[in-house]
Nanobody, 127 residues
Framework: QVQLLEAGGGLVQAGGSLRLSCAAS????????MGWFRQAPGKEREFVAA????????YYVDSVKDRFTISRDNAKNTFYLQMNSLKPEDTAIYYC????????????????????WGQGTQVTVSS
């Protein structure tokens, strides 16, 4: 059974940092490209960042470039989202997702690309 488990969310002041993690089980982790999405109240789920299965290529939405860093550790079946200089508009539930490598990834920005999703972790940034 495939499971993606996010951790690391919480409450932080504007300008602070958080590191999200997503641990995968039930899959060969290195066969999957991975992504982070977020959903704020009343808004659509939106793409945040993605990383290819080798970790060589990473992609970001413009609003988080230079503030967020996505990475992965295939030996630990885990990938991460380091979030720095957080802003109140980053407040959302953050979801991790996995896409099998054989499907065109196209930068990982499209929800339909992904096969599996985590349950989400809340990130709240206070002003």
């Amino acid at each position: 059974q495939v499971q993606l488990l996010e951790a690391g969310g919480g409450l932080v002041q504007a300008g602070g940092s958080l590191r999200l993690s997503c641990a995968a089980s039930g899959v060969i982790f290195s066969d999957y490209n991975m992504g982070w999405f977020r959903q704020a109240p009343g808004k659509e789920r939106e793409f945040v960042a993605a990383i290819t299965r080798s970790g060589v290529f990473a992609y970001y939405v413009d609003s988080v470039k230079d503030r967020f860093t996505i990475s992965r550790d295939n030996a630990k079946n885990t990938f991460y989202l380091q979030m720095n200089s957080l802003k109140p508009e980053d407040t959302a539930i953050y979801y991790c997702a996995a896409a099998i490598y054989s499907r065109p990834f196209r930068g990982g920005a499209f929800r339909e690309t992904y096969d599996y999703w985590g349950q989400g972790t809340q990130v709240t940034v206070s002003s």
